[in-house]
């Protein structure tokens, strides 16, 4: 059934492999023994590896390169997960699926951590040197990237390994030189000298979105600059960095403020320095902000340094690269930024220019990296011009040749795009992509090419210095889908993969890195990288608090698997989860997928322990399916489709929530108690239900292997050691449920959906739920059984015929002789059941009385919907309709309680 011997399309397996053992079925799973082994199996045979077929699209999904900085986290179990569930699937599905892998150099992040580490050997990185430095990098990168991808294949991830790639792969590398190089003979990479963002602990200029802004309550200064004529005069200014005022080469006003009208054109005397500087007038000055007056400081804040270039002021830089002062600050010269603050601010009480200090809450900019406060600063970087890239990507977004999930993050998207700057792409670190520009020494001759140049192209010197600085890493990045293929090769990968599928990250790095990667695989492919973005939100603990060490709530991913298994970690990683909201983690959660986990094992215990005969050749003959096995069936069914359905709205969550609903609900809950006496023989002797077992046996085997496929991609460990245990006794099945086609809905719902057989169970499901409600609300021993005296209502044969199945999960007797007197009626549906049993008169009322309110309730929302003017003549008829036959079943339920309030009375 649904094709389970069916192949998906993957590369030949190795014939000499060998099936991985099986766990003991009369043991609970044991998900540590199983997981290793089981992904061995997988990766010695190659199922991830696809064969290209040109007759198929294909389904491809760059995975987002971890940082070769340390250990996975939370928010990379959540990536992994989801795009393993998206290409399993997939791959089951038959498409030639390709995810392919790779790690990150991660430049900053892992040249600071370096330093860090060096620092605490006692080993200085600027006496290192460069050619030292990048041997100790490298040696870091093998070392962490051999954890990660270890961790990686803990969570169970289908990549295809064999097409792993790293940032800083030669052919990678090749590709990130040979973009610069276009990118500058298209005249769209510069050199320049601007303010920048300047990281003092990383020694790096960074870009706007790597500078991370916190409302911070600091002070403002106000502080008083004098007349240069010596008149005792003197212009209040107010700044939040007095540290900086050693730089100041002018004090500024707005030309509409009357207050300072007379002021401009003088000369004041700034302090401590004894520099002279000039009051100028610009627009750019907020007559709000302090006095109105306020210090200009061009080498040290990008407003002041605008207004510097319309007046020509000086730029008198006085830090150092690492935070702090340099030769220009005098007596402060080798003090750190912060302490220098101090000891000025100190200094300008002593000589009186201090007027008042006063708290202020105001947004400081921290790096992402470091945590250091954020410096600007004049440095000479190469640049990107952004807008020419921009657009194209902003179009292909607007007119749907990319979606992105969820749609709100569109507005955002086109927001930044439509306001976007140039791009700082130097930084001033040693690992990395190192500029590919040369200067020549003889001649100054600027060499931008893809490999080294041997000579001068110009005067044919040889003495050749390159380019010291190094390119950011999502310069790099952001060629990932088709660098990582072999761009700027023209190779087979590259013609059948690119554009891939899905770009799945989370939505903290949209700009980052998807909107690069958009623009550069647009400027240099010609068409868009992916077709749909899909973005995840953040995890955080279950407090919804963001992670972080200093609070101590990091949850790490490796000790959860540990202690409950991949297959629950990947369950609590998605269910009821959608894209782009946070995900709230703890271990409650990661133990509800354990214990999912344990159910589906247990079912299989139960299922394969008593296989049928009959799916044997020459076992017993089946007979014709009764209720039950239809009604599964159909379930069954119904829930193929709504999971494939969910699957391919990217609603994830969704799927594994409605597989759990309907595995542990109706599949172990309901079926295998309703077969139970038949499949353990223990229905009374005689009964037809006895010689019918073989019927159920195979249904639970049939709708266990259903639901292990769709199982498959959210819980893969598990579902594997099922799939072998079944391989055991029937080797015709695929050698690997990873490879076996996905239930295919085009199958489904003409073999075994059944509406009536759904309508028929669930009117007994609710006439045993509606017993066993009345059961606990009156405090009646699950172990006393009741008699049913009488059945009544249009639907009353459904559960005579099927009296076993109610009287086995109700613990109830079906007498139907309507001889014995008293009991209560209970309304299920269309039904009336009479059950004898001890009443507590009022706690029957009681019950009574609330489920009168209720269909009156229901009666009055029915009558004032039909009662609207106009309603019948504008509403749809099946709406008008569906209001009549609601009105109409609630005034019967009404009549009923009300009949039996009476009769109670």
């Not at 760059?62 to 996975?72: D, E, K, Q, R, S």
């Not at 107010?238 to 002021?263: C, F, I, K």
Request: proline share 6%; with cysteine; glycine share 6%.
């Amino acid at each position: 059934m649904f094709a389970e011997n069916e192949t998906a399309e993957v590369m030949p397996p190795d014939e000499t492999a060998s099936i991985p053992p099986l766990a003991d079925l009369s043991r609970p799973f044991d998900a540590r023994a199983v997981e290793q082994r089981t992904y061995a199996f997988w990766e010695r045979q190659g199922y991830f590896t696809p064969a290209i077929d040109p007759t198929k699209r294909p389904y491809t999904i760059m995975i987002p390169p971890p940082n070769v900085t340390g250990a996975l986290h939370t928010g990379h179990a959540l990536t992994f997960t989801i795009e393993d569930i998206l290409v399993r699937w997939r791959r089951m599905s038959g498409d030639p699926t390709l995810w392919l892998p790779g790690t990150d150099h991660a430049a900053i992040a892992t040249n600071y951590l370096l330093q860090q580490q060096l620092a605490r050997e006692g080993i200085s990185w600027q006496a290192l040197g460069r050619e030292g430095f990048l041997e100790r990098a490298w040696q870091w990168t093998e070392t962490y990237h051999g954890r990660i991808v270890e961790q990686m294949k803990r969570l169970g991830v289908s990549v295809d390994w064999s097409r792993e790639r790293f940032t800083l792969d030669e052919g990678l590398s090749r590709a990130v030189r040979t973009v610069f190089v276009r990118l500058f003979q298209e005249g769209l990479i510069y050199r320049g000298e601007y303010m920048c963002n300047w990281c003092p602990g990383c020694q790096t200029v960074i870009s706007d979105l790597e500078v991370v802004h916190r409302d911070e309550t600091g002070e403002l200064w106000y502080l008083r600059y004098p007349l240069a004529d010596d008149s005792g005069q003197g212009i209040e200014v107010a700044t939040t960095r007095p540290e900086t005022m050693l730089g100041d080469t002018a004090v500024a006003v707005n030309p509409a403020d009357h207050r300072y009208r007379s002021w401009v054109g003088k000369t004041l005397r700034l302090p401590l320095v004894d520099r002279l500087i000039p009051v100028v007038a610009d627009e750019a000055v907020d007559p709000a902000f302090g006095t109105g007056a306020v210090k200009v400081t061009p080498a040290h804040d990008p407003a002041d340094y605008e207004i510097g270039r319309r007046h020509g002021l000086a730029a008198i830089e006085v830090m150092n690269p690492d935070g702090t002062m340099n030769h220009e600050a005098g007596k402060f010269a080798g003090l750190d930024r912060f302490e220098a603050r101090r000891e000025i601010v100190a200094e300008l009480e002593r000589v009186g220019a201090l007027q008042r200090t006063e708290p202020y809450q105001h947004s400081v900019g921290h790096c992402q990296r470091s945590d250091d406060v954020v410096e600007p600063r004049i440095s000479l970087q190469w640049f990107v011009k952004m807008k020419p890239l921009a657009q194209p990507a902003l179009q292909a977004v607007l007119d749907g040749r990319i979606t992105i999930l969820p749609e709100r993050f569109t507005k955002v998207y086109a927001h930044w795009l439509e306001e976007i700057r140039d791009w700082a792409i130097s930084r001033q670190i040693w690992w990395g992509h190192r500029v590919p520009v040369w200067y020549c020494q003889r001649c100054d001759e600027v060499i931008v090419q893809v490999e080294p140049p041997r000579r001068c192209p110009k005067c044919g010197g040889e003495d050749l210095l390159q380019d010291p600085d190094t390119l950011d890493t999502w310069f790099s990045s952001g060629l990932w889908p088709f660098s990582t293929l072999g761009w700027p090769d023209d190779t087979e990968d590259l013609k059948y993969f690119y554009p891939t599928s899905v770009m799945e990250t989370g939505y903290d790095i949209l700009f980052f890195w998807v909107a690069r990667m958009i623009m550069l695989g647009l400027h240099f492919m010609g068409e868009v990288p992916f077709r749909y973005v899909y973005l995840h939100g953040m995890v955080r603990d279950a407090f919804g608090q963001k992670m972080s060490k200093t609070k101590g709530n990091v949850v790490d991913p490796l000790d959860l698997m540990d202690e409950y298994g991949t297959d629950a970690l990947r369950h609590s990683m998605v269910i009821g989860n959608s894209p782009g909201n946070d995900l709230r983690l703890s271990e409650q959660r990661v133990e509800r997928g354990r214990n999912f986990a344990n159910k589906v094992w247990n079912a299989t215990r139960f299922v394969l322990t008593y296989e049928a005969d009959g799916a044997r050749p020459g076992g017993e003959q089946l007979s014709a399916p009764e209720l039950p096995e239809r009604w599964i069936r159909s379930r069954t069914a119904a829930t193929v489709l709504e999971v494939t359905r969910m699957l391919e709205q990217f609603q994830l969550g969704e799927a594994a929530r409605t597989l759990e609903e309907f595995f542990w609900g109706e599949f172990c809950d309901w079926y295998m108690e309703m077969v139970k006496p038949r499949v353990l023989g223990l229905a009374p002797a005689g009964s037809p239900k006895r010689e019918r077992g073989a019927t159920a046996r195979q249904t639970l085997r049939d709708v266990l292997a259903v639901s292990a496929r769709l199982l498959h991609p959210f819980m893969p460990y598990v579902t594997e050691e099922i799939w072998q245990h079944f391989r055991a006794s029937r080797p015709e099945l695929t050698e690997t449920i990873a490879v076996a086609l996905w239930p295919r809905t085009d199958e489904a719902p003409t073999t075994w959906a059944d509406e009536m057989a759904e309508r028929d169970m669930r009117l007994l499901m609710e006439a045993i739920v509606a017993i066993r409600n009345y059961r606990s609300e009156n405090r009646i021993e699950p172990g006393q059984k009741l008699d049913v005296a009488q059945v009544s209502g249009p639907d009353a044969g459904v559960l005579i015929e099927q009296a076993y199945l109610v009287e086995a999960l109700a613990n109830v007797s079906l007498s139907l002789d309507g001889a014995s007197s008293g009991g209560v009626t209970l309304l299920v549906g269309s039904l009336q059941l009479r059950v004898i049993a001890p009443v507590d008169s009022e706690a029957e009322q009681a019950r009574l009385d609330q489920e009168l309110a209720a269909a009156r309730l229901e009666w009055e929302r029915a009558d004032k919907q039909l009662s609207q003017p106009g309603f019948k003549d504008r509403a749809p008829a099946a709406v008008v309709l569906k209001a009549e036959e609601r009105l109409a079943a609630a005034g019967e339920r009404v009549a009923k309680l009300e009949q039996q309030l009476r009769e109670l009375k």
